[in-house]
């Protein structure tokens, strides 16, 4: 008896362990709805399941209806919308109309009240300067229906100039974005050479009525690479996440200067984090830590810095390879715990996720945090994508377009972390892009941009849908992950 005993307990332990570990505790997807095919640039959810998103619709011919617009040329005509989830329609909907040719590419809420980043413009030759301003607009959910209450311009010398990242904390509104002007372009205030590439982070004070604007820095970006990685307030700092890219490594080191943080030997690319302290009506630059790699995303919660990127010829947060013209790594994916009460210090863990190489298709494009737990977010295309002792596999890997959504949840344990399950897309499509990720209560809500390829359906958990061919859709869909 002892005997058959022991054999049914290494038996049910052995159909335990022969689980697939990428299904480990994984939740289901739950509450997926295709929500209109509209190119979203931003979203955010609610407690309620409603979902705020801003997005830009290009403008082709006379057909909008209106007549004053309808004698514009082609541009690009700016919303803001709410969808409901207890309608499953758009509860209300409202243009942002100050040009020709507006985006809207920010968006951040608080309660009943939504603030929107954007910029306008005319189509001038990009000699030309001053004509293009970003804007910030404050509206109010009324339910059914939404008001504008302001709009709030912050000029720009430059002609292309786009808000990036939007962050708002208490009553302060941070925006981060980028410029570019023709080569010799010149300033119709002082006539001086305006940089042709530029980046700058600028503060807005909001009000009921109004939006004053406190301080705006600007900084030149004359790398032959240089873009925007995230943007985050907390406590009266803000964080920045920048990344560059060059060719010749002593053309670099004499713009090191200009840059924000030295850079290292032995990489292309390099990622530079950067504290910045609001110090009311100006700005203080508290310290600037710089790796090699991309950064992708990034959040910070209490003390800590969750940093997620892609590696580049040398490993983030490691010595340099010697000799200093190392060949390229394989571009893994990682996520690394950094603390922020000591900039300069190793970070207490780094994960990497072998295997996912250059390909911009794999990439962690999104991460939240609660307490101990930490949530990921990305796609991937390789045939398997594996994390920790998880392995994610594809559900076909001959179908080279394809890509994948996946979520993850790991436990951060204070000196190391490991991956408790992962969720995924369940079936193959043609490069999906990850359109938003909110840890909303106990739910993760995620919002997927799918694009149709040969009829190819979208398969999220035990529901399915078909896309037709080329033609984007959203589907909406939410992670219960408990308490």
Request: with cysteine; proline share 6%.
């Amino acid at each position: 008896m002892k005997h058959l005993l022991l054999w049914l307990l290494l038996l049910a332990g052995a159909l335990a362990n022969a689980q697939t570990p990428a299904s480990r505790q994984a939740p289901d997807w739950e509450g997926i709805e295709p929500l209109p095919g509209y190119n979203v640039a931003a979203a955010t959810a609610t407690t309620t399941g409603d979902v705020y998103f801003v997005g830009n619709r290009p403008r082709y011919s006379k057909s909008d209806g209106d007549p004053e617009r309808a004698l514009l040329p082609p541009g690009s005509d700016a919303y803001v919308a709410k969808w409901s989830a207890a309608t499953h329609q758009l509860a209300w909907w409202v243009p942002i109309q100050h040009s020709q040719d507006d985006y809207v590419t920010g968006l951040a809420v608080q309660g009943d009240t939504l603030y929107v980043a954007g910029s306008q413009g005319l189509r001038h030759s990009l000699e030309t300067t001053g004509t293009r301003s970003v804007f910030i607009t404050r509206l109010l959910d009324h339910g059914t229906s939404a008001s504008v209450c302001w709009t709030q311009q912050l000029r720009v010398a430059n002609a292309a100039t786009e808000v990036r990242f939007l962050a708002l904390a208490g009553s302060s509104l941070y925006l981060a974005g980028t410029s570019q002007t023709a080569l010799n372009s010149r300033s119709t205030q002082t006539g001086k050479r305006v940089p042709p590439d530029s980046s700058f982070l600028a503060k807005v004070t909001v009000h009921a009525s109004t939006g004053t604007i406190n301080w705006r820095h600007t900084w030149p970006a004359d790398l032959h690479y240089s873009d925007l990685a995230g943007l985050v307030a907390q406590g009266g700092k803000v964080y920045l996440a920048t990344n560059t890219w060059q060719e010749q490594t002593s053309y670099i080191e004499t713009k090191a200067t200009r840059q924000l943080g030295t850079l290292p030997h032995g990489a292309n690319h390099r990622l530079h984090l950067t504290q910045f302290s609001d110090q009311g009506a100006a700005w203080h630059l508290d310290w600037t830590r710089t790796e090699a790699g991309v950064a992708t995303a990034f959040t910070v919660a209490d003390s800590v810095l969750y940093l997620l990127g892609r590696e580049d010829a040398d490993r983030a947060f490691e010595a340099p390879h010697s000799p200093t013209t190392a060949p390229a790594a394989s571009g893994d994916m990682f996520l690394a715990k950094l603390p922020l009460t000591r900039p300069t210090a190793p970070p207490r863990w780094a994960l990497r996720l072998p295997g996912t190489g250059h390909s911009p298709v794999n990439r962690l494009k999104a991460v939240a945090v609660r307490g101990r737990q930490v949530y990921v977010a990305g796609t991937f295309d390789r045939d398997q994508l594996s994390l920790g002792d998880l392995v994610v596999g594809s559900a076909n890997p001959n179908f080279l377009l394809a890509g994948k959504l996946f979520v993850a949840q790991l436990t951060d344990a204070g000196a190391t972390a490991h991956f408790d399950w992962t969720q995924r897309q369940n079936q193959d499509t043609s490069t999906p892009d990850l359109c938003a990720f909110d840890l909303v209560g106990t739910r993760l809500f995620v919002l997927g941009h799918f694009s149709g390829f040969s009829d190819r359906p979208v398969l999220l958990g035990t529901q399915q849908f078909t896309l037709p061919p080329y033609a984007d859709t959203l589907l909406e869909s939410w992670l219960p992950v408990g308490n």
